[in-house]
């Protein structure tokens, strides 16, 4: 695994990039609902092993949440027609000076901002539900939608969802895995997704990788899904690679973590 240093300094020589990975509606794949980006590197060497959950546990996230922001605003600028999401981790779910341009370049772009998802992901906890809330509600008044990424597999909690008001929850692929070939699996998969409509108004599947899985994720009564039977990550698809670039962020060291 990479050092935090090292992936920082790739970060800021533009080797890393997104790839764009359709959302689609299960009865239809021809209906999109958006694009979510996926951090690759422009070698494609390696597979996605990054040390996001060493840039967690540092405490050291937000450099790479606010690169990975703005490269998605580029590309919704330089295109009308596309609806793109990227995810940021939890430790990121606060409203101070750190997203103020953000906040700022998407309110005085309102169209950009109704086509773009900020996905917070569940792998650490946020500075404190208030906080997360009070993010999520500026995004949402920007006109941005908000969604919870791997619902079931972190350390997030039904609380924080039903506080935090997501337009989107989408369950963690896990869920799918273990449905293909365990009844009881399949029978909490589909309690989940009933759970997960009462928390927001979207509700999406990922690890969709088969016909099959499709069938599986539409009986437990999902309507949108993710994975690899809609398209592999993409980034020609969507036009000029959509390259991270920054400076390298000061970083904590194990003490004082």
């Known amino acids: 695994m990479q050092s935090i240093k ?4 790739e970060l800021a020589e533009g080797h890393l990039m997104l790839a764009f990975q359709p959302v689609v509606w299960l009865p239809d794949s021809s209906r999109v609902l958006y694009h979510e980006g996926l951090l690759r590197h422009v070698d494609a ?20 949440d606010r690169s990975v922001v703005l490269c998605v605003i580029d590309s919704l600028q330089r295109d009308e027609r596309l609806r793109l999401g990227c995810n940021i ?13 953000i906040v700022q370049q998407l309110r005085d772009f ?20 208030e906080a997360a809330s009070e993010f999520v509600l500026c995004l949402r008044e920007l006109g941005c939608r908000v969604a919870i990424d791997d619902f079931g597999a972190g350390l997030g909690t039904l609380e924080f969802i039903r506080q ?3 337009d989107i929850v989408k369950i963690d692929k896990g869920y799918i895995q273990r449905a293909r070939s365990e009844l009881n699996s399949a029978q909490t998969l589909s309690h989940l997704v009933q759970l997960c409509k009462t928390l927001a108004p979207c509700v999406i599947i990922e690890g969709v990788e088969t016909a099959t899985d499709q069938g599986l994720a539409t009986a437990c009564g999902g309507e949108w899904g993710q994975g690899y039977l809609f398209g592999r990550p993409q980034v020609d698809r969507l036009g000029r690679r959509c390259r991270l670039a920054q400076r390298v962020p000061q970083l904590c060291t194990p003490d004082q973590a």
């Open 89 to 101: 981790s939890a430790q990121s779910a606060i409203i101070d000076p750190f997203w103020y341009p």
């Open 110 to 129: 309102p169209g950009v901002a109704a086509r773009l998802v900020i996905e917070i992901t569940e792998s650490a906890t946020p500075p404190s539900i």
């Open 164 to 166: 935090t008001r997501p």
């Open 6 to 9: 090292d992936f920082y300094r």
């Open 45 to 64: 060497q390696g597979g996605d092993v990054y040390p996001l959950a060493l840039l967690e546990k540092h405490q050291v996230m937000r450099e790479l």
